[in-house]
């Protein structure tokens, strides 16, 4: 402690006024600072505390003391013959350090955070603090500045180590300013994936193999007029110069520019601005996506309505294949993944089904090669439209960081393998398979792909190279192997900058080959004995019939079969609107014929399936999606009905769907197939269709030891495997890896043992 020679006289002392120090200014203290002078006796006390702007000593006496001063007082101690000494140079900065301290301890980082929504300032404290905690995993820069010189910030977040090659994913919230659950969605996002890093395997390994960029607040001074003056302002802050002001930004990008869904008055909301990119919220962004050659996609967050929307959003076209087919099924995909967290239904559908937009930034993305969409997030009505309460910040963060890790993961490889003819598990009876691999290439080229086969009768995995057929296709074929066999597989291979490719990312796929008898098939050409209406149906429209349907937003212009023209739908006519003859008030219902699943004393083994196409659509209307078609089966000639499927799936178009009876009822001679449309909610247009009903018997007659086929595996077979090696034929190659040796004849020996 310092002697205080004076204390008696603390408060007595007259307190030099802080006439310099204007407590309304926004920094008070700037241009102040704080020293230390050593007083000799109360003259000069006197008239130091005189000059003195403001006393920081808690004693005031003869001896050191401490003074806040700003230049001139300096000077003027100076001029007394004193040598102040300083103490802190710029005391405004250690306030706004301060200041700063505490709001980045105001912030609780832990999910607390996400019970509430946040202003500008904290929104972007939170990532400030993420890349805090986080340092190996985020970083936070400022890529631009709003028209009212707002920073416009981006985190990006990806593992530890080079990430140079890797792909990259975008997100961003808030174009439109009121819609303030997007950048609460965004900073959710950002804050699992950091703190699942290195504890959720998943997230590790995906945040291992991409970058994610998040730019939370794209529209910063639209979302501070929303917390200051107008809750519900939905533009940039421009100043139009004719009393209007903003331009929607989401509006504002080129592509299209000026066209349908956008309007040329300043004073709309949805007004596109002077021209494409006029503003330097969208020129940031857009920039920022330039920069980096390795994105690959995007999600532009909105509210309200629950949708998620893929290109094109400015006329009804589609975008070309594959890409219409990817967004069509990987949409599905993420509603459903977004649906298994707390059943909230999104409906996925083309940005242009919502309602035509020119100018929308994922429409941009898409155009730079990208693939990109608008998920409208969580309410999904008017009520409370952009008002959702704070309550529903975390589940609706929790359902779309599920789907956020689906992109993650469908676009975390420099080049995406898959199946174009979907999944492969069965093989046919002494025929080659086909192995085919569509390779897109997001970062990087394929430089080879292999299949790599492991047949059930030998220990390791053969390699088949696969051929390049152009257009990212490659091919190969697994060599025939007889009935009753079966052989695992995968694809690997490397990119031309040396990543690792798979395809599946773990595990084998296994394929069982067997023989194939269709034992029915009705293609609906003409009535094999069909009963359209059943008990309980009430439909006054749309009942099912069997003709060639006429094509229309939500029905088929064509049947599924590649010959004929008929199928059976719900009133196959197109009627005056889309809504004219839809399934209306209640349900039709189709019953099959009779037909026979059971599987004949000719096979050694077999199981009955049933296969047929379907067309469902309940996307439209007032109130889509409130419907649902169960499809049934019975073994009992129609007295009791299991369920097969319950669809609500949304194609559009004919899916052929495979049912193993057994799975769901004994097989009989006295089958039958039920398919019941409904429509329960007047406001949905239901449409419906089928064709190509089949039954399927698979399996095998004979054991693949059975070399001759005569029903016994006995001496003649292990003599006719002995002909086939000794004559080189490939028939005897029962391990697949193109040479006729001693294992082929080890292999012979186990089928025959295993007869
Ligand atoms: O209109 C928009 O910009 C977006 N909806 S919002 O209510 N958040 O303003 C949707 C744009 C999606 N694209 C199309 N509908 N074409
Ligand atoms: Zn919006």
């Known amino acids: 402690m310092r002697p205080i020679i004076a204390s008696a006289a603390l408060t007595a002392l007259s307190m030099p006024a802080l006439a310099q120090i204007d407590g309304d200014a926004q920094r008070p203290y700037e241009g102040f600072r704080i020293v230390q002078v050593v007083v000799q006796d109360q003259d000069q006390l006197d008239a130091v505390l005189d000059e003195a702007d403001m006393l920081w000593s808690h004693g005031v006496g003869v001896g050191p003391i401490e003074l806040v001063v700003d230049d001139a007082s300096l000077e003027a101690l100076r001029d007394m013959g004193l040598a102040p000494l300083t103490l802190v140079e710029d005391l405004q900065g250690i306030i706004d350090a301060e200041r700063a301290e505490i709001e980045r301890r105001n912030i609780q980082l832990d999910l607390t955070w996400f019970e509430n929504y946040h202003p500008y300032d904290q929104i972007h404290a939170y990532h400030n603090e993420l890349v805090n905690d986080f340092p190996n995993l985020a970083s936070v820069s400022t890529i631009g500045q709003s028209i009212e010189g707002r920073d416009i910030i981006a985190t990006e977040i990806t593992g530890p180590g080079d990430a140079s090659g890797r792909p990259v994913v975008f997100f961003n ?37 991409v970058v994610v960029k998040i730019v939370p607040i794209v529209n910063p001074d639209g979302y501070v007029y929303t917390w200051t003056n107008n809750r519900f302002w939905r533009k940039n802050r421009r100043d139009n110069g004719n009393g209007t002001r903003g331009v929607d930004l989401n509006r504002n990008w080129d592509i299209n520019f000026g066209g349908a869904g956008a309007s040329n008055d300043p004073n709309s909301d949805i007004y596109h601005g002077p021209f494409a990119f006029s503003e330097p919220e969208t020129v940031t962004v857009r920039d920022y996506v330039l920069a980096d050659e390795n994105m690959v996609a995007h999600v532009d967050f909105h509210s309200y ?15 070309p294949e594959p890409d219409y087919s990817f967004f069509v099924a990987f949409s599905q995909l993420l509603s459903d993944t977004i649906r298994s967290v707390h059943g909230e239904f999104y409906t996925p559908q083309q940005g242009i089904d919502l309602y035509p937009a020119s100018g929308v930034a994922p429409d941009w993305t898409y155009s730079q090669g990208l693939k990109s969409w608008t998920i409208e997030l969580r309410p999904n009505s008017a009520n409370p439209g952009f008002d959702l309460p704070p309550g529903e910040i975390l589940p609706t963060g929790e359902e779309n960081f599920e789907g956020v890790l689906e992109i993650l993961d469908r676009f975390k490889d420099p080049v995406l393998l898959s199946f174009p003819d979907g999944r492969i598990d069965t093989a046919f009876d002494l025929e080659p398979t086909a192995i085919r691999v569509q390779a897109d290439s997001l970062t990087d080229d394929v430089e080879s792909l292999n299949v790599r086969v492991r047949p059930d009768v030998s220990g390791g995995f053969i390699t088949l190279p696969m051929s390049d057929m152009g257009g990212g296709l490659y091919h190969v074929y697994v060599p025939a192997l ?7 597989f995968f694809v690997e291979g490397e990119t031309t900058g040396g990543a690792a490719l798979r395809l599946p990312a773990v595990g084998d796929l296994g394929v069982s080959v067997i023989s194939q008898e269709i034992t029915l098939e009705d293609d609906a050409e003409t009535d094999l004995g069909w009963t359209v209406g059943a008990q309980g149906d009430t439909a006054s429209s749309g009942v099912w019939n069997r003709m060639n349907p006429q094509g229309t937003a939500a029905q088929p212009e064509d049947d599924n079969s590649s010959a004929g023209v008929n199928c059976w739908v719900t009133d196959g006519a197109s009627g005056g609107g889309l809504g004219a003859r839809d399934v209306d008030g209640g349900a039709t219902t189709l019953t099959s014929p009779a037909f026979d699943a059971s599987v004949s004393g000719d096979w050694l083994f077999a199981d009955a399936f049933l296969s047929y196409a379907r067309w469902y659509s309940n996307d439209q209307g007032a109130s889509p999606n409130s419907d649902n078609m169960p499809v049934l089966v019975s073994n009992d000639g129609g007295n009791s009905w299991i369920e097969l499927e319950d669809v609500t799936e949304n194609a559009n178009a004919w899916v052929e769907k495979t049912f193993r009876v057994a799975d769901f009822v004994a097989p009989s001679a006295d089958m039958r197939l039920r398919v019941v449309a409904r429509d329960d909610d007047p406001g949905s247009i239901v449409e419906a269709a089928i064709d190509d009903i089949r039954v399927l018997i698979r399996g095998c007659a004979f054991h693949p030891s059975d070399l001759n086929r005569d029903g016994t595996t006995d001496a003649s077979d292990f003599f006719a495997y002995l002909d086939l090696f000794a004559a080189g034929d490939s028939g005897a190659d029962l391990d697949i890896n193109g040479t006729i040796d001693a294992s082929d004849f080890f292999a012979f020996l186990d089928l025959f043992a295993d007869a």
């Open 173 to 209: 919230g808030c174009q439109h300013a009121r819609e303030w659950i997007s950048p609460a969605t965004v900073t959710y996002v950002a804050d699992r994936l950091c703190n699942l890093y290195g504890t959720d395997a998943r997230v590790t390994q995906l945040l291992d193999k």
């Open 305 to 319: 309505s629950q949708l998620i929307l893929y290109p094109w959003g400015y006329a009804d076209i589609r975008v």
């Open 482 to 488: 007889s009935c009753g066999r079966s052989f695992e």
